[in-house]
């Protein structure tokens, strides 16, 4: 399979993903982290695109699938990190799906209201975050995590009879019971109501658990603060507050680069290859480069990774190796 683009820290490919990743070797890459098309959110302009297929059932399959073949792609100490939006059930019809639209009603919003066909009556939200985990659930993936993604600048929606969409599902995965998964890279400052967020070392400096590169190799003892909490700062926990940020060369969601961060310090092994089977404007490859792991992309549009190739790409090349 020849490469669209290939370079030490990244190689892209062009094509549909389940196609490409049928191609590619068994147990090849170490952490998949991924954002596919939501369900009815977005038209890519692209035929053989996902995410409008007929219904939420023929989604869930077609995600079955894709993360089917992600899985034999994997590494048997790999994870996969999924991040997935929901929709609502609406009356029906595509009229408001042409290229490069995005569906009426979903303009304003990450989580939005599906146009097309649906068993349920309209208003229901659709559940596809959990109905997409289970048939990965029923193919073998083990789900480790259920991580409530809190977009602290979430756009306001102008619903009066149901609460704003202000969180999406990221779920991860293992492909065995044991994995590769460092929490020492994702710890954060421990908060007491009696104790400032921040932590000693062993030398009596004080630092922030924000301010250490994942990997570091500073010494710090367990405990160390004497309150019993880990000197390296606690557990993140399933609820992540954490701002999308949008990218203005791409005219769809992006992936938030925070989001990607802890996904890949902890997921990823250092110098490790990570996948992005959807991989757009290619957020992860610039955040798994800047982490120092290499990165394969795969996109239907070469639009989207040409844009990648330009800027966040070619920033994140010239990063590859600075961080630990
Ligand atoms: C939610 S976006 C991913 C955004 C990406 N995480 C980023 O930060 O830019 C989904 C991507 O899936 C791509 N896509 C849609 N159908 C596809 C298919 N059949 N195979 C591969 N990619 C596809 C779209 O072109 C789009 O770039």
Redesign the pocket.
């Known amino acids: 399979m020849k490469p669209y683009y290939s370079d030490d820290s990244v190689t892209l490919h062009h094509?549909?993903?389940?196609d490409?990743l049928r191609a590619m070797a068994s147990g090849s890459v170490n952490c998949v982290v991924?954002?596919?098309?939501?369900y009815g959110l977005?038209d890519?302009g692209?035929p053989?695109?996902?995410?409008l297929e007929e219904t939420p059932a023929a989604y869930v399959e077609r995600m079955r699938d894709v993360f089917s073949e992600v899985r034999r792609v994997l590494a048997d100490d790999g994870t996969l990190w999924l991040n997935i939006g929901d929709s609502y059930a609406s009356t029906g019809g595509t009229s408001g799906v042409g290229p490069d639209a995005v569906v009426a009603q979903t303009r304003r919003q990450d989580t939005g209201r599906t146009r097309l066909a649906s068993t349920l009556p309209p208003k229901n939200l659709l559940g596809i975050p959990w109905r997409v985990a289970f048939a990965l659930q029923d193919d073998g993936w083990i789900l480790r995590n259920r991580i409530v993604w809190h977009k602290t600048n979430a756009m306001p929606e102008s619903v009066t009879d149901r609460l704003s969409s202000r969180s999406e599902e990221l779920f991860l995965f293992a492909k065995a019971q044991r994995y590769w998964f460092d929490l020492d890279a994702i710890r954060e400052p421990a908060v007491t109501a009696d104790r400032p967020a921040t932590l000693k070392t062993r030398g009596g400096s004080e630092w922030s658990a924000k301010a250490v590169k994942p990997g570091s190799t500073q010494q710090r003892t367990p405990g160390a603060d004497g309150l019993g909490h880990h000197a390296l700062g606690r557990n993140p926990g399933d609820v992540w507050l954490i701002p999308t940020a949008p990218?203005s060369g791409?005219h769809?969601?992006?992936?938030s680069p925070g989001l990607a961060r802890r996904c890949i310090a902890a997921g990823g092994r250092p110098g490790g290859i990570v996948l992005?089977?959807?991989?757009?404007?290619?957020?992860?490859g610039m955040v798994a480069n800047q982490l120092g792991r290499r990165f394969v992309g795969?996109?239907?549009?070469a639009k989207?990774l040409d844009l990648?190739l330009r800027t966040r790409l070619a920033q994140g090349v010239l990063m590859f190796g600075d961080a630990a």
Request: proline share 8%; with cysteine; charged share 15%.
């Open positions: 094509g549909d993903a389940l490409v991924t954002s596919p098309p939501y977005r890519y692209e053989g695109q996902y995410g990218f791409a769809f969601a992006v992936m992005d089977p959807f991989a757009g404007s290619c957020t992860t795969i996109d239907l549009s989207y990648a």
